[in-house]
């Protein structure tokens, strides 16, 4: 019998990542390539079937494709659609499910990137074992995945789960979304950076960080400075993990989570991050949930998330029929 | 055969309400009592014991108990616990749902009266189509209860759902409990009187409202004088409106529901409380969301909510069984 797998795949801006993957995590292949958006839905799919095919030539005497899971920005689960998406420029709607289970003709299934990494924790990383829990990525913006009941959250519409967009303060920041304040514009990559900005200006410290101009400035380079004792870097976490745990603590009352899994390369700077979160969100806790929330970070990282979490959206999906 | 019946009971601070309920939502017979919950647990359940008996005689030939719900503060649906009740004072934790059932023979479930009002709304209200949909009660207090893929979300403790306790503004007015700027200390009865106070002192308009004191005014009262045209009591909706509406945006964010339906007598003042919540809520919006959300008001009012709700529970686990 061959082994049955599911291609995983995951499309950012610039770079789309897949992977064959089986039912224990194991990722058997993996491979990427440009996405180069700009050149319409088409042109890629055409090259991505393609590499795939490449990908797969080793494996197909003996393995078999049982379904796809795409992560994608925008990306409605029940439509199978990808709507509008930010950085992608591929027009109003793509119906990218469809056209890529006619092509390989097998099941496909889609969501957004955020939801994609909670399916990833619920399958194979930290949350196996918890029905009611949040994923918080922290990239070039904040994402997040809601799981409740041991489902994901979709909402009425397929969208649900967009943390980065509650608003922290309506006079705050101005966020690519048009609005103001939304919790993403403190607390990301893009959202420290401005922080530390704000913060060479307000103080008068010494840091290596004031000899980076702002366009080169990363999430990474403040998360090193921080680790090596940089004091605006340093209040740069504090301000990020007060903001964010506040707002945790509203995603608290709504939910009510046994857990909140901390995502991407900001959760290298540990207690300089999880410290003030953890404190405020505490203290910002109603009465009934205090101490009881654990935060915790991704239980895939340095592993292949997003191919781990797209497979996770396809084993999800095959095993659901089963039941 | 016996028409098959569930009884509802709805456990408030001062009074409990009951009543029989078909599967249809018809109440065949009500009745309620003072809860003297002072008196202890145990001498309340046996009023009520004796009540429902009094209640059920003019049924009993013709019709069978075949479970029981409960709605109480702070019930605990996973363990059928009510826990630290702020206005029952019957101690740390009460194993209520298994003392009924012990009594009555027959399985009883119990959750808070925010959950059950939800699940009344979903099983005879508004909500009958609805998956994803969050209800709030306009109190005393802020309750809400919250479903998403058709399932009410209790949460990792079972206490998921307190709206009430989300935060405003961290220096904002003191709550009852023990944080600070809590939407429920601006938008419940509560909260718009102290919004009332606050401006007759800032502001100099006439205002019947002027005439009455703290501690004698109401909520209803204030209704009544914003539909009379009252300035003080129409810029009191408006601030309540907009905070609320501020707030429902990022629930939104959290959930996308198809519909958020407010319950309690504020909403008798009508577009001047749904007006500003409407706008507020959509100018806060995250786009993908917007003008999606239904704001609609129960469809409930002027029925016995609290024994429908409480009966919607004990339906809802009872057909779960059969499925």
Chains 1, 2 share one sequence.
Not at 55 to 71: P, Q, R, S, T, Y
Request: glycine residues 12%.
């Amino acid at each position: 019998m061959k082994i049955p797998l599911t291609l995983g795949i995951d499309i950012g801006g610039t770079f789309t990542k897949f992977g064959f993957t089986d039912h224990d995590g194991n990722i058997l292949e993996e491979a990427s390539l440009p996405t180069n958006a700009k050149d319409g839905v088409d042109a890629f799919l055409l090259r991505l079937y393609d590499t795939v095919a490449k990908a797969f030539e080793g494996l197909k005497d003996h393995a078999e494709l049982k379904a796809v899971g795409i992560g994608v920005p925008n990306g409605n689960y029940y439509k199978g659609t990808v709507e509008n998406p930010p950085n992608l420029g591929w027009g109003k709607i793509t119906p990218l499910a469809e056209l890529v289970s006619k092509h390989y003709q097998i099941p496909t299934f889609l969501t957004n990137d955020a939801n994609a990494a909670a399916l990833g924790e619920k399958k194979f990383g930290v949350a196996k074992n918890m029905k009611d829990f949040v994923v918080i990525t922290l990239g070039t913006g904040l994402g997040s995945g809601i799981v409740v009941n041991g489902e994901l959250v979709y909402g009425a519409d397929g969208f649900a789960g967009e943390l980065g967009h509650v608003n922290v303060n309506p006079n705050g920041r101005v966020c690519g979304c048009g609005k103001k304040g939304c919790l993403e514009t403190y607390a990301s990559a893009t959202g420290i950076k401005r922080t530390v900005f704000k913060f060479m200006a307000d103080k008068i410290e010494p840091s290596e960080l004031r000899d980076i101009p702002y366009n080169q400035l990363t999430g990474n380079m403040i998360t090193e400075a921080a680790l090596r004792g940089d004091p605006v870097a340093i209040a740069a976490f504090e301000y990020t993990g007060r903001i964010l745990g506040m707002k945790l603590a509203d995603t608290v009352a709504h939910l009510s989570p046994e857990a909140i899994i901390l995502f991407g390369g900001l959760t290298k700077a540990g207690a300089y991050l999880f410290d003030p979160i953890h404190k405020h969100m505490e203290e910002n806790m109603f009465g009934i949930f205090k101490n009881k929330v654990k935060l915790l970070t991704s239980g895939l990282e340095g592993k292949n998330v997003a191919v781990l979490g797209s497979s996770a959206l396809a084993w999800q999906e095959l095993d659901r029929k089963k039941m």
